[in-house]
């Protein structure tokens, strides 16, 4: 079937905008993850959900990111007044388990977003 | 704390060389997995191995390998008679039991194959 799937691609904004990054994870997959990559470094875990709660939050930086999947599948990771520094790859994952599983997560190609 | 330490951050090597990389990880937890990916230039992360604390059998697919090695907290990475599609960034990674599932990634190392 379809990997994960991340839109848009590419997202070109101003400081102090709204934005909204999408993750269309493997259907059938209960956990989703976000992670944020900046350039040279290592994804960094934001959140994690299981089924349609967030199990994990405490990677998000602050309070002006925000995350949903109100139905169990799709999520919405949401950036309230960009800062220059939110400048990076939003990679989404997903995984058939969550805690306690072994399982691998599955990467989409992320969402890069670049804050003028 | 858990951390994952990948020391070297670029290596060049000329095709068909054998190459190392390493990985080094700090975790508290008695059961743990590790995890390797790579990311090409394309930038999409795929997955290559995955080991849990209990098997430290190493393993081999192809021309790659794995060196997992509890008593020094490693779990390198040995590409055999590396190829130019081989270059990429690689990734370790660690999950905790008791983590909700997160990867811990190391910084990366990027190898370049030159033909």
């Known amino acids: 079937g379809a990997g994960v799937s991340q839109t848009p691609s590419n997202k070109v904004t101003e400081k102090g905008k709204y934005v909204e990054l999408r993750c269309d994870p493997i259907?059938?997959?209960?956990?989703l993850y976000w992670y944020r990559q900046s350039l040279g470094q290592g994804p960094e875990f934001l959140i994690y959900?299981?089924?349609?709660?967030?199990?994990?939050d405490s990677g998000l930086p602050n309070d002006r990111f925000f995350a949903v999947r109100p139905e169990g599948s799709v999520s919405t990771l949401k950036i309230q007044r960009t800062e220059r520094g939110d400048s990076a790859v939003y990679l989404c994952?997903?995984?058939?388990?969550?805690?306690?599983?072994?399982?691998?997560?599955?990467f989409g190609p992320g969402t890069r977003l670049t804050v003028l | 704390a858990q951390k994952v330490t990948q020391a070297q951050t670029e290596i060049s090597v000329v095709e068909k060389e054998d190459v190392t990389l390493d990985c080094v990880y700090e975790t508290r937890d008695t059961t743990y997995y590790l995890f390797w990916y790579k990311q090409p230039p394309s930038g999409e992360l795929v997955f290559l191995i995955r080991r849990n604390s209990f098997d430290e059998q190493n393993e081999i697919s192809g021309r790659y390998s794995w060196n997992f090695q509890k008593s020094t907290s490693s779990f390198n990475f040995t590409i055999t008679a590396s190829q130019v599609v081989d270059s990429a960034v690689y990734f370790c990674a660690l999950r905790g039991r008791g983590s909700q599932g997160n990867l811990i990634f190391g910084k990366g190392t990027k190898l370049s194959v030159k033909p």
């Open positions: 959900f299981q089924g349609t709660g967030a199990a994990d």
């Open positions: 994952a997903s995984s058939p388990a969550g805690t306690g599983g072994f399982n691998e997560q599955f």
């Open positions: 259907s059938g997959h209960t956990a």
